[in-house]
């Protein structure tokens, strides 16, 4: 467990959002960022599987290897020579494997650093005895599927906290939760113990910032204008923490993008579920009284996250073969393009489901279709004024237990180039292939079934987790905004975009809406304006299940969750935007009910 340190700050820089992201940040974070830890975020439901697909057919893969050589390689010497210490979840299915490659690192660059690693997360190895404890998944209460591909519990921070009072310098893990490697530098440093809740929360606040690096520093930030000419040279971002919890939000000097209180709370609201409900393994926050203030240029101070006792179950995501997908797109220009598109769609789809008919198999699953540059992706509520393009791209997304019936489809889009419309031209050279699809399955349990092991160098070291009692039962309380009344009058309608900022993203198979006024006073109508009711309808052709609005009064937002809105989620969707990363945007055109007299204001006649 973590002991009381003398430090009272330190510096993290959050280097990796995902998988493949630019390998720019890290030298950016080592070379001028002034950091004391360096941490990575690699992993993502697919991401496991695609690892353990990787380690299935090579004994030595199944990591993050761009981790090994694109990063440590080229940064090893800096990295130890600024005795910055790094913490990774790039070990993916196969920890081993990560930690002997970057040891053959570190002995070529002539450097001797210990490597921590943390294990336990994996349970595909265990998938008789979850069948044997009958496991249901979280949201449909489905069995088990027949055959997993991957299963991986989230841990949290205090094994890698652990590694870290052993003396590592570098800590990799296979799957925890995103904000654990930001988490477990301040418990190290500064000795919380598991009972710290509040500390924990913005603990964890401070790495659900940073998992997502420049997001939160300009990045994919609604009002892009105001950064877009630093895109070329972003700023990753850095934290400034404190034993107290609070922390400012930064990023280098000289370099581009934002921080302001604006671009920091998109990133709050970004893939959140019940904001006083933000369930970690570590502890269970509550966001809703979080305030952000500027503590001078590119500086946001972050204080208010509120924790209580985590829950006695770690989340598991498991995958599963899901059967396979095919995209089609083709460009298809002149009058009446979008109508010509939706025909040809048609068409073809007919005239494969006769053919799959005729075979003796049964018709595609999902099938979407999607007139790219016709306001396809908001559906009916796409603007009824607009003018009709006059070129579009047609995107068909079609779904089959069998590839063969899939590429049926890609051989009779190509096929019938002469026999449908004119004016139309490919945008890839030859025919789409069939990918197999991998589904998610998550499920709950229980922290006494997962044995987690920490190890320096390989030898392992005691640790012992710390266990919520079976019994307890977690109280959300809910925070709600104050309605305050409207000055009379006129009113007009004006777009949300005139009155607030916003970030959506996915959970499973739905997704979040987060909204921040830009003022406190315009709080008030945008909740006025956008009840459940307001936004199921505006997303009626995406929200099939239940649409949830929760209050953060702390920076005057609200977030939505929509249930059953992604059709199955990132992992085998046919939609066009398979993880809602749009849904935040489409919102901001909803026309919202203000009072006349703020017309001038909103520069709306």
Same mark, same amino acid.
């Given at each position: 467990?973590?002991?009381?340190?003398?430090?009272?700050?330190?510096?993290?820089?959050?280097?990796?959002?995902?998988? %493949?992201?630019?390998?720019?940040?890290?030298? @950016?974070?080592?070379?001028?960022?002034?950091?004391?830890?360096?941490?990575?975020?690699?992993?993502?439901?697919?991401?496991?599987?695609? $690892?353990?697909?990787?380690?299935?057919?090579?004994?030595?893969?199944?990591?993050? #290897?761009?981790?090994?050589?694109? !990063?440590?390689?080229? $940064?090893?010497?800096?990295?130890?020579?600024?005795?910055?210490?790094?913490?990774?979840?790039?070990? %993916?299915?196969?920890?081993?494997?990560?930690?002997?490659?970057?040891?053959?690192?570190?002995?070529?660059?002539?450097?001797?650093?210990?490597?921590?690693?943390?294990?336990?997360?994996?349970?595909?190895?265990?998938?008789?005895?979850?069948?044997?404890?009958?496991?249901?998944?979280?949201?449909?209460?489905?069995?088990?599927?027949?055959?997993?591909?991957?299963?991986?519990?989230?841990?949290?921070?205090?094994?890698?906290?652990?590694?870290?009072?052993?003396?590592?310098?570098?800590?990799?893990?296979?799957?925890? !939760?995103?904000?654990?490697?930001?988490?477990?530098?301040?418990?190290?440093?500064?000795?919380?113990?598991?009972?710290?809740?509040?500390?924990?929360? @913005?603990?964890?606040?401070?790495?659900?910032?940073?998992?997502?690096?420049?997001?939160?520093?300009?990045?994919?930030?609604?009002?892009?204008?105001?950064?877009?000419?630093?895109?070329?040279?972003?700023?990753?971002?850095?934290?400034?923490?404190?034993?107290?919890?609070?922390?400012?939000?930064?990023?280098?000097?000289?370099?581009?993008?934002?921080?302001?209180?604006?671009? !920091? %709370?998109?990133?709050?609201?970004?893939?959140?579920?019940?904001?006083?409900?933000?369930?970690?393994?570590?502890?269970?926050?509550?966001?809703?009284?979080?305030?952000?203030?500027?503590?001078?240029?590119?500086?946001?101070?972050?204080?208010?996250?509120?924790?209580?006792?985590?829950?006695?179950?770690?989340?598991?995501?498991?995958?599963?073969?899901?059967?396979?997908?095919?995209?089609?797109?083709? !460009?298809?220009?002149?009058?009446?393009?979008?109508?010509?598109?939706?025909?040809?769609? @048609?068409?073809?789809?007919?005239?494969?489901?006769?053919?799959?008919?005729?075979?003796?198999?049964?018709?595609?699953?999902?099938?979407?279709?999607?007139?790219?540059?016709?306001?396809?992706?908001?559906?009916?509520?796409?603007?009824?004024?607009?003018?009709?393009?006059?070129?579009?791209?047609?995107?068909?997304?079609?779904?089959?237990?069998?590839?063969?019936?899939?590429?049926?489809?890609?051989?009779?889009?190509?096929?019938?180039?002469?026999?449908?419309?004119?004016?139309?031209?490919?945008?890839?050279?030859?025919?789409?292939?069939?990918?197999?699809?991998?589904? $998610?399955?998550?499920?709950?349990?229980?922290?006494?079934?997962?044995?987690?092991?920490?190890?320096?160098?390989?030898?392992?070291?005691?640790?012992?987790?710390?266990?919520?009692?079976?019994?307890?039962?977690?109280?959300?309380?809910?925070?709600?905004?104050?309605?305050?009344?409207?000055?009379?009058?006129?009113?007009?309608?004006?777009? $949300?975009?005139?009155?607030?900022?916003?970030?959506?993203?996915?959970?499973?198979?739905?997704?979040?809406?987060?909204?921040?006024?830009?003022?406190?006073?315009?709080?008030?109508?945008?909740?006025?304006?956008?009840?459940?009711?307001?936004?199921?309808?505006?997303?009626? #052709?995406?929200?099939?299940?239940?649409?949830?609005?929760?209050?953060?009064? %702390?920076?005057?937002?609200?977030?939505?969750?929509?249930?059953?809105?992604?059709?199955?989620?990132?992992?085998?969707?046919?939609?066009?935007?398979?993880?809602?990363?749009?849904?935040? @945007?489409?919102?901001?055109?909803?026309?919202?009910?203000?009072?006349?007299?703020?017309?001038?204001?909103?520069?709306?006649?």
């Amino acid at each position: 467990m973590a002991v009381q340190k003398t430090k009272t700050s330190i510096r993290i820089g959050g280097a990796s959002g995902y998988w %493949g992201d630019s390998n720019a940040a890290p030298a @950016q974070l080592v070379e001028k960022g002034d950091i004391d830890y360096l941490v990575f975020d690699y992993l993502a439901e697919v991401t496991m599987a695609i $690892l353990a697909k990787l380690k299935s057919r090579k004994e030595d893969q199944g990591y993050a #290897h761009d981790f090994v050589f694109g !990063v440590m390689k080229p $940064l090893i010497g800096k990295i130890a020579d600024k005795k910055i210490k790094v913490i990774a979840n790039a070990g %993916g299915v196969n920890l081993e494997a990560c930690r002997k490659a970057l040891e053959q690192v570190c002995a070529e660059a002539g450097v001797s650093l210990k490597i921590g690693t943390v294990e336990g997360d994996n349970l595909l190895m265990r998938e008789d005895e979850l069948r044997a404890l009958g496991v249901r998944e979280m949201q449909s209460g489905a069995a088990l599927p027949a055959k997993l591909m991957s299963a991986n519990a989230y841990l949290g921070a205090f094994p890698i906290a652990a590694a870290l009072d052993a003396g590592a310098d570098i800590v990799l893990t296979g799957r925890c !939760v995103d904000s654990a490697v930001s988490l477990a530098p301040l418990v190290h440093e500064f000795g919380w113990k598991p009972t710290d809740y509040d500390r924990l929360a @913005q603990g964890s606040l401070c790495g659900h910032l940073l998992e997502c690096g420049a997001q939160v520093t300009g990045g994919n930030f609604t009002d892009w204008k105001d950064v877009e000419a630093g895109w070329e040279d972003v700023g990753w971002p850095i934290a400034e923490c404190f034993a107290d919890g609070s922390f400012i939000v930064t990023k280098p000097k000289n370099t581009g993008g934002a921080v302001t209180p604006l671009t !920091v %709370g998109e990133q709050m609201l970004y893939e959140i579920g019940d904001p006083a409900a933000y369930i970690l393994p570590d502890v269970v926050c509550d966001f809703t009284g979080v305030i952000m203030g500027p503590d001078g240029v590119d500086r946001v101070r972050v204080e208010g996250a509120k924790g209580r006792m985590p829950t006695r179950t770690y989340k598991v995501s498991a995958t599963w073969p899901g059967g396979f997908r095919l995209v089609s797109s083709s !460009v298809i220009v002149g009058y009446d393009a979008p109508q010509k598109a939706r025909r040809v769609a @048609q068409a073809v789809l007919a005239r494969c489901g006769r053919m799959l008919a005729d075979a003796g198999l049964p018709p595609y699953g999902d099938v979407a279709i999607d007139v790219i540059g016709d306001e396809t992706l908001y559906g009916a509520s796409a603007d009824p004024r607009r003018t009709p393009p006059r070129e579009v791209v047609l995107r068909v997304c079609v779904q089959h237990a069998r590839p063969d019936a899939c590429e049926l489809f890609a051989k009779e889009s190509v096929g019938t180039a002469l026999a449908m419309t004119t004016g139309r031209c490919g945008i890839e050279a030859g025919r789409p292939s069939a990918s197999p699809m991998v589904r $998610l399955f998550s499920f709950l349990i229980d922290k006494s079934f997962v044995t987690i092991s920490v190890r320096i160098d390989g030898a392992e070291i005691p640790f012992e987790p710390f266990l919520p009692p079976k019994d307890h039962v977690d109280v959300v309380p809910h925070a709600r905004a104050a309605d305050a009344p409207l000055p009379p009058g006129r009113r007009i309608e004006v777009p $949300l975009i005139a009155l607030a900022v916003a970030r959506s993203g996915d959970k499973g198979d739905g997704s979040n809406i987060g909204v921040i006024a830009r003022k406190a006073e315009y709080l008030p109508a945008i909740r006025a304006s956008l009840t459940t009711d307001a936004v199921k309808a505006y997303f009626a #052709h995406y929200a099939k299940g239940q649409v949830e609005r929760f209050d953060l009064p %702390g920076i005057n937002a609200v977030n939505f969750l929509l249930a059953n809105s992604l059709g199955g989620g990132g992992t085998s969707s046919v939609r066009l935007d398979t993880q809602a990363k749009t849904y935040g @945007q489409l919102l901001l055109s909803i026309p919202v009910s203000v009072p006349e007299a703020w017309g001038n204001e909103l520069g709306v006649a």
